[in-house]
Nanobody, 122 residues
Framework: QVQLVESGGGWVQAGGSLRLSCEAS????????MGWYRQAPGKERELVAT???????NYAASVKGRCTISRDNAKNAVYLQMTSLKPEDTAVYYC????????????????WGQGTLVTVSS
């Protein structure tokens, strides 16, 4: 069974920083891209940042310059360092793996984590 587990969410004051982590497990052979998405109350889920297995990154305009995504392919993990946090960054943050292949050949187009809550107070 494939699983993505996020950690690192919590409460922080505006201007503060948080580092989110997500680790995939389940006899994983490879993951093409990994990313972070978020969903604020009453809003649709939106992209925050993505990173390919080769390290190419993409950021939403709203977080560019404030967030850094990175990954450790050996650990099947992805991280999101967030700085200068704003109240509008408050959301549940989800990790996603794209084109995940397990040993044995089972392929998943995408797998989502359960989410971790980030609350930024003004």
């Amino acid at each position: 069974q494939v699983q993505l587990v996020e950690s690192g969410g919590g409460w922080v004051q505006a201007g503060g920083s948080l580092r989110l982590s997500c680790e995939a497990s389940g006899s994983i052979f490879s993951i093409n891209a990994m990313g972070w998405y978020r969903q604020a109350p009453g809003k649709e889920r939106e992209l925050v940042a993505t990173i390919t297995s080769g390290g190419r990154t993409n950021y939403a305009a709203s977080v560019k310059g404030r967030c850094t995504i990175s990954r450790d392919n050996a650990k099947n993990a992805v991280y999101l360092q967030m700085t200068s946090l704003k109240p509008e960054d408050t959301a549940v943050y989800y990790c996603k793996a794209v084109d995940l292949v397990r040993f044995g050949g089972t392929r998943y187009l995408e797998v989502w984590g359960q989410g971790t809550l980030v609350t930024v107070s003004s």
